[in-house]
């Protein structure tokens, strides 16, 4: 008798400790160690919508991760906005920070067991991401979800063409599902990389309020007319609007022009080739203040990309009031915070002339049906976590 009790004991008590685990069970983990500073609006808007619908949650996010909540476990030496200066050793140290990161949010994973985990891949797979991947799938039941941020690697001093692309397509086939934020990332999963439009997930961008970490009072005057910024890269069509402007600097030649970001190593840009355009560069890393106060002191921001995957920067400008003019990729075609004034031609150095033209006496933008972009957003990801959740329990 004693021993038919002890051992009803035994299995109510094992009964308890997994019903307790499973109690602990989270719904959603985000990983995303890109959010430093402003980037972490990104993240953060899609947080804010889950736990509104009262999904529990833990992110996993870069130390400098701008709101009071979240594992703060990745790249306190080595984020550009630490401050500290990087050497030959950087690299190495950034990858030790890395793999540490997911390390610990491996061990998070193994207790709490999350439903569902999504990972924003912003590298082009890297051994140590795809070995995170695989192990999540080892130790739990989670349905992996990779976002997509840029579906083809950019230009960088450290691109190697076929090889990237490869590493990008072994990261790809190992998730559950893709998402991404617009169509056209959609169709160049499955154009470069053959992955079935079933496996591909979408919900639009977010808006990126810098009015959540930052209180900046509108200036009465305007200290430039238009404004280039964020990093330089080759993709982002500088050259388009440095031979753009000569054309209307001809024809109106008291308007400026600021060119502000960091400056990639590979660039081949001569400043003291635009002498005496009306152009002001500030070829510097940008706290996320500096950004936040050039937007607002400009009257329009030209994006003239030539490729680009997704971009928060079209919500962040449009958020704060200022006009914006992009090329017509299908990043920003399919954005339904821009229309068709506000585009020109890709590439076309007197489309953008000519768009520079009727934009000059734009003084604010009217924050463009934000309240009904943010209602849409919403609703998207509701039913894509709620959709996979429920997949996840089958």
Known sequence: MNNSNDAILVVCNESYFLIQAYMKRKDVFHVYWGTQGNAGLYLDEIYQVLKLAGLSQEVFVSYYYPLGYGKKVFFKYTDLISG???????????????????????????????????????????????????????????????????????????????????????????????LVHNLSSKREIYSYFGISELKILKHDFPIIDLSKIF??????????????????????????????????????????????????????????????????????????????????????????????????????????????????????????????GSLFEAGNVNALADKLEKKRDCVSCQKKDLDKYRLSFNEQVLNIYHNLLNKNEK
């Open 84 to 178: 500290r200066k990087r050497n030959k050793l950087s690299p190495y140290i950034r990858y030790a920070e890395l793999t540490w990161g997911l390390m610990v949010t491996l061990v998070y994973v193994l207790i709490y067991q999350p439903r569902v985990i999504n990972y924003s891949l912003i590298s082009s797979g890297l051994l140590v991401e795809m070995l995170f991947f695989r192990l999540i799938h080892i130790i739990s039941k989670s349905t992996l979800v990779l976002t997509c941020h840029d579906v083809l690697p950019f230009q960088s001093s450290y691109s190697h063409g076929h090889s990237t692309m490869g590493r990008m397509h072994m990261a790809l086939a190992v998730p559950d599902f893709l």
């Open 215 to 340: 209180d900046i009072t509108r200036p009465c005057n305007k200290e430039f007319d238009y404004l280039f910024i964020g990093h330089l890269r080759k993709e982002k069509g500088l050259d388009i609007l440095l031979e753009a402007w000569k054309k209307f600097h001809v024809r109106y030649p008291d308007y400026t022009l600021c060119i502000a970001g960091n400056l990639p190593g590979y660039s081949h840009l001569r400043v003291e080739d635009y002498d005496g355009l009306n152009i002001t560069f500030r070829l510097q890393y940008l706290s996320d203040m500096e950004y936040c106060q050039l937007i607002y002191t400009s009257k329009c921001v030209v994006l003239p990309y030539w490729r680009g995957t997704n971009s928060g920067v079209v919500s962040t400008i449009i958020s704060l009031g200022t006009d914006v003019i992009a090329s017509d990729i299908p990043m920003f075609k399919g954005n339904p915070m821009l229309d068709e």
